[in-house]
């Protein structure tokens, strides 16, 4: 989530769902119309909901110390996750909670440990568990009293490191402190280099002063800013109290600010709408990236107290205190939406998220108005091999490559996570997922997802987290959609990326803005896990269907990993099986990349080998596998009959 210090409430008016249904490129054969999640009920624990081809399997709401006596605080939203054998690592804007998932349909509590920092993003390696903090009222002791004062030994802004040995009880070894915290941070191995792991650290917050921080320099002309960079910590699995920043790759060099498209023409209307009505009350208003905005007291307060102080008053700020400011406000603004001076023109300042894939030594960056492909060889010195930009992308904000390392998808958070970006009024390329190929090193667009769905003004949407579905021979990915649910897409052909799964429930509330909605939606050994901003965590089943056969779900359930960190993506491989094989069948069913009579074929002659034993079986497979290296020369799916010979092989092998 992008963390804006000034929001507007922002309302629009809906057309018609079903000629935004009629319209949208991303919806697949035998979608159900009218859709149903247009018209779901509001509530908080009672909303309507909506599935298509998914199951919820439970809902497990948060614990005491994470539920907020106002639903929707922003203090309390629930974050990422990560996942070590059956436990569910869940991060929150106040802590840190740990369920057992041994039985998905009643979640056992582990911890609730109370440890404000947001946005507490975890990740899991071996008995360590890393968290991120970026809020400057983080501190060492995860006291909840946080940090008041501008420089104080107190506070973390970086890297907590646990060691989880009795998860139950973690202990805090130490903290890495940062320069500008660390919004998200992604685990990094590295099979050479067994002894150590590294974490890069993609920090948004302000430059930290330089006498809290020795090194911290805010000054973007500076050749040694704080700006510019990311973060590379090195941990010593043997000693981890010893984690240290160990470079700062300077990943954005030569990077030009690409612009950024304008707010929706209505969402400028409705906004300047409620600033004439709150000038009027005597509020305060400016102007930010093309829009007028209400600016809470939380953030005029301190300014009227600094202008008290100037001319050595007490007590509150008087009429002649607010005249002197209001003139003053909008540089003020523009010189927030500017940054240090230094920053004109250039490109981003940082990572919003960055993903890597270990097996193909490449890592996908989010960052700020750009997509960025890094060569990790050196996973000390990441270096920057290409960067695209897409006016439609507002902010650029997690990655995710296919399993064969052919495609890249990011997404883009437009709104920041906080805003109703999914209406039907919304252009269907803003807030979306971008597709790229990968063509040597070279990223190359292809297409757009959005989730085809219109959401109401009063519901928090736009695309967000999320992870592959491990079905061989195609891409299908789950990801939340904060309040648009948790979408399931098929984006094996990267130039018509369609939904094939749903989950959805209704608007917090009917008339106004609540936040909640998935955080994070992941596949992890079997089943989806949801992580909801307001309602805890969501446990969800793909089923079978006309774009998922039941092959191709049981395929995908062989796949498991002891330990997961989406945003250190895994190779995703399969044993030699008879379901494998008959999922790669299923799918050449679906394309017509075999004659039926021959599919029909295949099929009795893989269930009378599976029949057999020892040599009868292996003749019988490697024979099949034979004559299918054959056909596939005549095939219109070449790679995949190649594919379903390749497995039926490694059976003709296995015992």
Not at 145 to 161: A, L, T
Request: net charge neutral.
């Amino acid at each position: 989530m992008t963390r804006f210090p000034i929001a507007a409430a922002l309302v629009t008016v809906l057309l018609p769902a079903a000629l935004f249904a009629q319209a949208h490129p991303n919806v697949a054969p035998g979608t159900p119309s009218p859709d149903p999640r247009v018209t779901l009920k509001a509530g908080i624990t009672d909303a309507g909901q909506a599935a298509w081809n998914l199951r919820l399997v439970s809902n497990t709401p948060a614990p005491d110390p994470f539920r907020p006596a106002t639903p929707g605080d922003f203090r309390y939203l629930g974050s990422d996750l990560a996942f070590a054998r059956q436990y569910v690592f869940q991060g929150n804007f106040q802590g840190l909670q740990v369920w057992d998932a041994s039985n998905p349909a009643q979640l056992k509590q582990v911890l609730a440990l109370l440890c404000p920092g947001a946005q507490n993003d975890v990740s899991v390696y071996r008995n360590l568990l890393f968290v991120s903090v970026e809020d400057l009222g983080g501190r060492l002791d995860c006291g909840a009293q946080g940090v008041q004062e501008r420089v104080s030994r107190d506070r973390i802004v970086g890297i907590r490191i646990f060691d989880i040995t009795d998860i139950a009880k973690p202990k805090q070894i130490t903290g890495v402190q940062t320069c500008r915290g660390s919004h998200t941070h992604t685990l990094v191995t590295d099979s050479r280099d067994t002894a150590n792991v590294y974490i890069y650290v993609s920090g948004s917050g302000p430059v930290r002063p330089s006498d809290e921080l020795a090194g911290c320099v805010g000054s973007a002309q500076d050749p040694k800013t704080a700006h510019f960079r990311i973060e590379v910590i090195k941990v010593p699995l043997a000693h981890p109290e010893q984690a240290a920043i160990v470079s700062s790759p300077r990943i954005f060099e030569q990077l030009t600010d690409p612009g950024r498209h304008p707010e929706a023409p209505e969402d400028v209307a409705a906004a300047a709408k409620v600033a004439a009505e709150a000038r009027a009350r005597g509020m305060y208003t400016g102007t930010m990236f093309g829009m007028e905005v209400v600016l809470p007291p939380g953030f005029v307060k301190p300014m009227l107290d600094s202008i008290v102080r100037a001319r050595g008053g007490t007590g509150e700020p008087t009429a002649a205190d607010s005249a002197a400011l209001r003139p003053a406000i909008q540089g003020i603004l523009d010189r927030m939406v500017a940054g240090p001076p230094g920053m004109a023109g250039r490109g981003p300042s940082q990572c919003h998220d960055i993903t890597v894939y270990p097996a193909i030594r490449r890592a996908g960056g989010a960052c700020g108005g750009y997509g960025l492909l890094l060569d990790i060889s050196d996973p000390v010195n990441p270096r920057r091999i290409d960067a695209v930009a897409d006016s439609n992308m507002g902010a650029w904000h997690s990655a995710t490559f296919s399993n064969d390392g052919t495609k890249i998808m990011f997404t883009d958070e437009w709104g920041g996570g906080t805003a109703p970006r999914c209406r039907a009024t919304d252009r269907k390329e803003w807030g979306a997922n971008a597709i790229f190929t990968l063509e040597g090193d070279k990223m190359r667009f292809r297409s757009y997802y959005k989730l085809p769905a219109a959401q109401t003004a009063n519901e928090n949407c736009v695309a967000h987290n999320g992870s592959l579905i491990p079905v061989p021979g195609r891409d299908l990915m789950v990801q939340g959609w904060y309040q648009g649910g948790v979408s399931v897409l098929d984006w094996t052909d990267p130039a018509k990326p369609v939904e094939i799964a749903y989950f959805d429930r209704g608007p917090m509330d009917s008339t106004k803005m609540l936040f909640a909605g998935s955080w994070s939606a992941y596949w992890h050994n079997g089943l989806i896990y949801s992580s909801d901003l307001a309602r805890g965590l969501d446990i969800l089943e793909l089923l079978p269907s006309q774009h998922v056969s039941e092959n191709e779900l049981a395929a995908a359930k062989l796949v498991k990993f002891e330990v997961l960190n989406v945003q250190s993506q895994p190779r995703l491989e399969w044993p030699a099986s008879f379901v494998v094989a008959r999922a790669y069948l299923d799918q050449l069913a679906r394309s017509n990349g075999l004659a039926t009579a021959r599919i029909d074929a295949v099929r009795r002659a893989l269930a009378a080998a599976e029949g057999q034993s020892g040599t009868a079986r292996r003749t019988a497979l490697t024979r099949l596998a034979t004559e299918l290296d054959t056909e596939a020369s005549r095939s219109s799916d070449q790679a995949k009959v190649r594919a379903l010979a390749s497995v039926t092989r490694g059976l003709a092998g296995s015992r």
